[in-house]
């Protein structure tokens, strides 16, 4: 709506009050999912907007869901060679390419690079669109198979994606880079090596009370050996000062 001030404020909201299943953001008019597991199926949203002006206009759109429980089995990674907020930019356009293609309805589920870039939204010339794909009779279409089309049509995908981002351009079917170890990892793996550094501690203490215990009984059982060794010198001393006294008389 090219109208401003309160003419120009759309508002959204879910018609058929599916609020179980999905809710909207109102100010967007992004759709999630609120809770839809052991579910699965095409659902159908209508979604209206409405301008905020005196006389307040609407319009409406069916939006359809197609929700899988096998979904993330399938999901395939296309890399290109494209900073991410160009690509992010240029989503839909992509989405329209691989679907030509392909000739099967494409949903992108995610598209990223790395942490760093996922925050930065910029960087390396890599980002790696998630997708799925599902075939006219909204059946889910097996991950090789979309990999086998990819292939097939690769240069046909690479010719059209350089007519959208104005350069050259590389599709690739690749797995995505592995993610950073979360807090919760890194705290489990420190905790690991804390009691592992514990326990080492533990059995080399054990082990040197164990040594100086044996230590200490051999010399208990050679002290026992000699006879009072302390009374046997003061008996030597004693018998040696009467020796020098019956010497001196």
Same mark, same amino acid.
């Given at each position: 709506d090219p109208d401003s001030g309160a003419n120009g404020r759309l508002l959204y909201s879910l018609v058929n009050n599916q609020m179980n299943e999905f809710d909207i953001d109102e100010n967007t008019g992004q759709i999630f999912t609120v809770s839809v597991a052991g579910k699965a199926g095409v659902f159908y949203l209508e979604v209206e907007a409405a301008d905020q002006g005196t006389s307040r206009l609407t319009a409406q759109t069916t939006v359809s869901v197609i929700v899988d429980s096998s979904s993330s089995n399938n999901i395939v990674m296309v890399t290109l060679n494209q900073k991410i907020n160009v690509v992010e930019r240029n989503l839909a356009e992509v989405k329209s390419v691989l679907a030509d293609n392909l000739a099967w309805n494409v949903y992108v589920i995610d598209v990223y690079s790395n942490e760093f870039e996922r925050k930065a939204r910029s960087g390396a010339d890599v980002t790696y669109v998630a997708i799925i794909a599902f075939d006219k009779?909204? +059946?889910?279409?097996?991950?090789?198979?979309?990999? +086998?089309?990819?292939? !097939?049509?690769?240069?046909?995908?690479?010719? !059209?994606?350089?007519?959208?981002?104005? $350069?050259?351009?590389?599709?690739?079917?690749?797995? %995505? %880079?592995?993610?950073?170890?979360t807090p919760?990892?890194?705290? $489990?793996?420190?905790?690991?090596?804390? /009691?592992?550094? $514990? /326990?080492?501690?533990?059995?080399?203490?054990?082990?040197?009370?164990?040594? +100086?215990?044996?230590?200490? $009984?051999?010399?208990?059982?050679?002290?026992?050996?000699?006879?009072?060794?302390?009374?046997?010198? +003061?008996?030597?001393?004693?018998k040696s000062l009467a020796e020098l006294e019956g010497t001196n008389n």
């Open positions: 009779a909204n +059946r889910e279409v097996p991950a090789e198979d979309v990999k +086998r089309k990819l292939r !097939e049509q690769n240069s046909n995908i690479e010719m !059209e994606l350089e007519k959208i981002f104005s $350069t050259s351009v590389s599709a690739a079917i690749e797995e %995505p %880079p592995a993610e950073p170890a919760e990892l890194i705290a $489990t793996i420190v905790l690991g090596v804390l /009691l592992a550094c $514990t /326990l080492v501690a533990f059995l080399a203490y054990v082990a040197l009370s164990v040594k +100086r215990k044996s230590l200490v $009984t051999k010399r208990a059982e050679v002290v026992e050996g000699i006879d009072n060794p302390w009374a046997a010198y +003061r008996a030597g001393s004693l």
